[in-house]
């Protein structure tokens, strides 16, 4: 039987000095007519993560000439994104009965 294979999208997020480090799309939310992604640490198969990465908010923005744009959220963004993350991950972990 053939494997179907997801399509990651990868974020390169370059930090203030100019280094880059990939994120994968885990979630994609819709909070208050904005659209916020969940961004976790992307390696290929041959690279080890890091114990000590962490899984970042970004909200997405659309410039004047249609592209979108990863930018940090507003702390008040982060505080609901995390909350309504949060619940979505609960609602998906089975119980044990």
Not at 16 to 33: F, H, N, P, T, V
Not at 62 to 86: I, L, Q, R
Request: glycine share 4%; no cysteine.
């Amino acid at each position: 039987m053939a494997e179907e294979l997801e399509e990651v999208q990868v974020v390169t997020i370059t930090g203030d000095d100019g280094s880059e480090e990939y994120y994968a799309e885990a979630a994609m939310l819709d909070i208050d007519g904005k659209t916020f992604a969940i961004l976790v640490p992307f390696h290929d198969e041959e690279d080890e993560p890091a114990e000590d990465e962490e899984a970042i908010i970004a909200r997405l923005d659309k410039e004047e000439n249609g592209e979108v744009v990863y930018v940090a959220p507003t702390d008040e963004e982060f505080e609901a994104v995390a909350h309504a993350y949060e619940h979505m991950s609960e609602a998906d972990t089975p119980t044990d009965n």
